[in-house]
Structure formats: C-alpha cells, structure tokens
Nanobody, 127 residues
Framework: QVQLVESGGRLVQAGGSLRLSCAAS????????MGWFRQAPGKEREFVAT????????KYADSVQGRFTVSRDNAKNTVYLQMNKLKFEDTAVYYC????????????????????WGQGTQVTVSS
C-alpha cells in the first residue's frame, strides 16, 4: 500500500500563490493515477484535480480551473498542486490521494476509486 505525505500548506493572502507537494512511498508511484481533494470546515470533501500516471492527462474542478495546476515528477515519487490567484474560499485542508488499483484504466478516475489518502495539509487564505 502506498503511503502519502502532503506538505506546503500555510497562511497566504488572497491573490497569492502556494505550491503543495505530496510525497509517495513505494515503487509503484509511476503506475498510480493521483488526485487532490480538499475539505473546508463544515463541508464535505470535494475533488480539486487529478493527473494520470504519465502526467499527460489532467482534470480540474470548475472552481479551480485556470488557477491551479497539477503536475508530477515520477522520478521523485511526488505530485504537486500549484495554486495561483488564491481566494478566501480556497481555505481548506488539502488531501493527496491515489487510485491504488494498478489495473484500473478509466479516465478520469471515478472519485470513489481514490482509496489511498494522505493526512492532509492546511491551506488558509486571508481576505
């Protein structure tokens, strides 16, 4: 089972930028579709972005399209989330997730198929 550790969350002013990282353990990282999710206080966890195993395909939630960019470095077993033009409503705990089924091929991955999660990193945007 892959283990995921997020980092990079902090307090930032509205309009600013932040890059989150998610480091994965194990030798199967390059075969995993990866995703970013977030959960704001009092709200359900929501999808943010996903990236395919090779990094050639990405998909974003409408709320972050054009502001956030997901990328990965398979040599470093790391996936990133570059967040620009941050808004107050982006405040949340951000989670990295993996679809651990190496045989799954549906793109984009159904959200229910993300079954391996990190502990989350807090992003707070001040207005």
């Amino acid at each position: 089972q892959v283990q995921l550790v997020e980092s990079g969350g902090r307090l930032v002013q509205a309009g600013g930028s932040l890059r989150l990282s998610c480091a994965a353990s194990g030798r199967t990282f390059s075969r995993l579709d990866m995703g970013w999710f977030r959960q704001a206080p009092g709200k359900e966890r929501e999808f943010v972005a996903t990236i395919s195993r090779s990094g050639s395909s990405t998909k974003y939630a409408d709320s972050v399209q054009g502001r956030f960019t997901v990328s990965r470095d398979n040599a470093k077993n790391t996936v990133y989330l570059q967040m620009n033009k941050l808004k107050f409503e982006d405040t949340a705990v951000y989670y990295c997730a993996a679809r651990s089924d190496l045989l799954a091929s549906t793109w984009p991955p159904p959200l229910r198929e993300f079954d391996c999660w990190g502990q989350g990193t807090q992003v707070t945007v001040s207005s």
